[in-house]
């Protein structure tokens, strides 16, 4: 089956692709809808309702099914932060400037426990359809590891203790990440009739 995935990001498709390797899925991204130029909305308060207007968009102009996700990092000592902003959280909006202002917020914090957390939407001639995933862990001191992306350098997942996202080859991150755990819900998904 073809989907379009909702993203121009590379290291995002690559992940998913990876995850959904051998279910059948297949997933065009925005780059292969060149028409698709203006900025895709995602103004919501929620993850789950982020995605679902990303899919609808994309839905709606292209009439092809669609699975779009919206993820980010909380952190129980922000409040939850940055959330929905987890992109958008430093003026600079970019993963460096995003991770120098999370670490300068932390400073001297005891309590560092943080998730991240993914939220997909298909949308399609069948309806639509919501999943979620999570990965539990603590924002560490400073950056640590070469892989990955966003803020994959400072998250500590409970399920690798003592190693950062980012020191993480892709097969263990897939395995644990919040990503992962969402999208290798999504071939239920599609089967699935309301």
């Known amino acids: 089956m073809e989907l379009i995935f909702a993203t121009r990001n590379a290291h995002k498709a690559e992940e998913v692709a990876q995850i959904l390797a051998g279910s059948g899925i297949q997933l065009l991204t925005l780059d292969a809808f060149p ?23 994309v839905y709606q102009r292209t009439g092809l099914p669609c699975v779009a ?3 980010g990092l909380e952190v129980d000592a922000l409040r939850g932060a940055p959330g929905v902003h987890s992109k958008r959280f430093s003026p600079e909006a970019d993963a460096p400037h995003n991770n120098a ?13 943080a998730r991240f957390r993914c939220a997909i939407a ?3 001639p069948e309806g639509e359809r919501t999943a979620e995933g999570r990965c539990e862990g603590q924002i560490a001191t400073a950056p640590r590891g070469e892989g990955g992306f966003g803020y994959d350098p400072i998250f500590l997942p409970e399920d ?3 190693r950062a996202m980012a020191e993480l080859s892709m097969g263990e991150k897939n395995a644990i990440s919040h990503r992962g755990r969402a999208f290798r819900q999504l071939p239920s998904l599609l089967k699935r009739r309301d």
Do not use: W
Not at 39 to 51: G, H, S
């Open 122 to 124: 298909v949308v399609g």
């Open 35 to 57: 028409d698709l130029t203006e900025e895709i909305p995602e103004d919501a308060p929620t993850f789950d309702e982020n995605a679902l207007q990303k899919a609808r968009y």
């Open 69 to 71: 996700d919206d993820s």
């Open 160 to 162: 690798y203790p003592g």
């Open 101 to 113: 202002l999370l670490l300068h917020l932390l400073e001297g914090q005891e309590e560092r426990a």
